[in-house]
């Protein structure tokens, strides 16, 4: 497999992935990625402008709407976005393509929430510039929430997964294709994301000029309404916080 992964497609960039997608709302393992994201997103963000990368069918746009913030979802999928203004008349969403975001305004956003999205774009370079074109739309003060799968996610079994079929995943290396089984949709078709382990994550956020200023991993609760599986001991998402880097905020992240 080369780096830059040739033979990968988007998953989502087609209308009937992105039907099923759409009735997805945040059930089972969906719920522990935005659980937290509220107090994550208020610890460590002033102001309401935000940008919401790879809204999808914009369930993450209107997650972020609802907590107050004005936000334009944008993606690369016009199949997606079609479906997201369908679902919110009012909402705000926009086709983008990679690296290029400087109408949207350069320096003018608190936030960049990026849920699932770097679960699918292959290749250090073109993740590198996407990377730098959306630092350059934070504010001084402004934040990128990047949520993604763990690299354990795809070895383990879980309330919303199957990966069982797939144990050349164990061998995965960074930028290599991972599949597995999505089991709260109708369409079990394998879909395909991009691994990437968490000191390759540091230093792709190096790479483009970002600072991490922590990092969470949200575990299940035994007193959830869930039937947990793998959820309890082991997280399938991170939650990387990061900064534009300047000469004194180049430190060590905080693990929670
Ligand atoms: C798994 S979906 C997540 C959607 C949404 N954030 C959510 O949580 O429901 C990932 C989205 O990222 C989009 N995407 C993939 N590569 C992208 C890129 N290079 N630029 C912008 N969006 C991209 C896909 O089209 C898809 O809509």
């Not at 992935?17 to 522990?32: G, H, I, M, V, W």
């Not at 994201?37 to 002033?46: F, V, Y």
């Not at 109408?103 to 510039?129: A, C, K, M, V, Y």
Request: net charge negative; charged share 20%; aromatic share 12%.
């Amino acid at each position: 497999m080369t780096k830059s992964n040739p033979a990968f497609e988007n998953s989502w960039g087609n209308r009937k992935r992105a039907d099923s997608y759409s009735k997805l709302e945040f059930p089972n393992t969906y719920y522990l990625a935005y659980r937290d994201l509220p107090a994550i997103i208020s610890k460590h963000t002033i102001g309401n402008r935000a940008i919401d990368f790879g809204c999808g069918t914009g369930r993450s746009t209107r997650f972020l709407n609802k907590t107050g913030f004005d936000v334009t979802g944008i993606d690369i999928s016009a199949d997606v976005l079609g479906i997201a203004k369908e679902l919110d008349r009012t909402g705000v969403y926009q086709l983008v393509t990679n690296g290029n975001y400087s109408h949207l305004g350069t320096s003018q956003f608190d936030l960049i929430q990026s849920i699932f999205t770097f679960d699918n774009i292959p290749g250090w370079e073109n993740r590198t510039n996407i990377l730098m074109g959306l630092r350059n739309l934070l504010k001084p003060t402004g934040k990128i929430v990047c949520l993604d799968s763990t690299p354990e996610l795809y070895t383990h079994e879980w309330a919303s997964f199957s990966t069982k079929d797939f144990p050349e995943n164990r061998n995965a290396k960074t930028g290599d294709i991972v599949r597995d089984i999505m089991l709260d949709v109708e369409d079990r078709r394998p879909v395909e994301d991009i691994f990437w382990t968490v000191p390759d994550y540091y230093k792709l956020f190096e790479n483009a000029g970002l600072t991490v200023e922590a990092i969470y991993k949200p575990l299940g609760h035994k007193n959830e309404p869930y039937n947990w599986v793998s959820e309890l001991h082991i997280a399938p998402w991170m939650i990387f916080v990061l900064s534009a880097q300047t000469a004194s905020n180049n430190v060590s992240p905080i693990r929670h």
